[in-house]
């Protein structure tokens, strides 16, 4: 078993979440209301070939690119499409996408897939995961729960 990056409480299955670019593997608690980039069973009852197959899955994580906001922008100017168009073209509130295009709010996957689509551009691109930026599992690591109390 392993513990929590936030809260530090013990695991049994871990949820992946992508906090600023930076893997965490948290409890279930942690991970509600949170973009979860994979979650992993009882690692007990995994075999071998499956804990394997399971991290070369996480390895690959998609990442939205830099600059979202302005390449959005740029692509709704390019085709002369109001903010209020788009929003009503992919079914999302106005007020949502002028605070993606400001880079104040990230987009979900879903919006993601719909602004790709709507204005013929790319936002996701595939990120390695190095060894480093992975958890170590020790138990002497601190969490960000620590530093939060």
């Known amino acids: ?20 670019g930076v893997e965490l ?18 690692r007990a009852a995994k075999s071998g070939k499956a804990q394997a197959a ?15 906001g302005v390449k959005i922008r740029k692509a709704r100017e390019a ?17 949502l996408l002028a605070r993606v295009e400001k880079e104040e709010t990230l987009p ?3 919006l993601t897939k719909k602004l790709e689509k709507a204005l ?12 480093e930026r992975r958890s170590s599992g020790r138990k002497d690591s601190a969490t960000l729960g620590e530093f939060i109390n």
């Open 54 to 68: 399971a991290r070369q899955k996480r390895a690959e994580e998609i990442e939205i690119v830099d600059n979202y």
């Open 79 to 95: 085709l002369r499409l109001p903010l209020k168009v788009v929003a009503e073209m992919i079914n999302e509130k106005e007020s």
């Open 120 to 131: 013929n551009i790319k936002l996701e691109e595939r990120a390695e995961i190095t060894e």
């Open 25 to 42: 593997r948290v409890c279930s608690s942690c991970a509600k209301g949170k973009r979860i980039v994979y979650r992993e069973g009882d």
């Open 108 to 110: 979900n996957e879903a």
């Open 1 to 20: 078993m392993e513990d929590c990056e936030l809260c530090g409480s013990r695991i049994d299955a871990a949820y992946g979440i992508s906090v600023d």
